[in-house]
């Protein structure tokens, strides 16, 4: 089954921007949405952005007009483009496939640190 590896987290100051990756391999089943979900300190896991393999895409209200995800099937990976970082981005950003907001399978997770 799909195994996810995703990169680009790190430290940036705020009004900053990052690029997160994430890329499946392996034989996958019944998966047509891949994204991120994000944990912070004292919150519940929140969705942030998913795209469907046909290229509909879905944003967290507090993202929207920050953070665009695209997709590249061919290469069976998905970007994360964070402009306009808030420290309330903070946290532990993780990868998925699945259905919809269903997950099939994590990420190993990568941290997103917005410095004031």
């Known amino acids: 089954q799909v195994q996810l590896v995703e990169s680009g987290g790190g430290l940036v100051q705020a009004g900053g921007s990052l690029r997160l990756s994430c890329t499946a391999s392996g034989t996958i089943f019944a998966t047509n949405t891949m994204g991120w979900y994000r944990q912070a300190p004292g919150k519940q896991r929140e969705l942030v952005a998913s795209i469907t393999s046909r290229g509909s895409t879905n944003y967290a209200d507090s993202v929207k007009g920050r953070f665009t995800i695209s997709g590249d099937n061919a290469k069976n990976t998905v970007y994360l483009q964070m402009n306009s970082l808030k420290p309330e981005d903070t946290a532990v950003y993780y990868c998925?496939?699945?259905?919809?907001?269903?997950?099939?399978?994590w990420g190993q997770g990568t941290q997103v640190t917005v410095s004031s």
């Open positions: 998925y496939a699945g259905v919809g907001a269903i997950v099939n399978r």
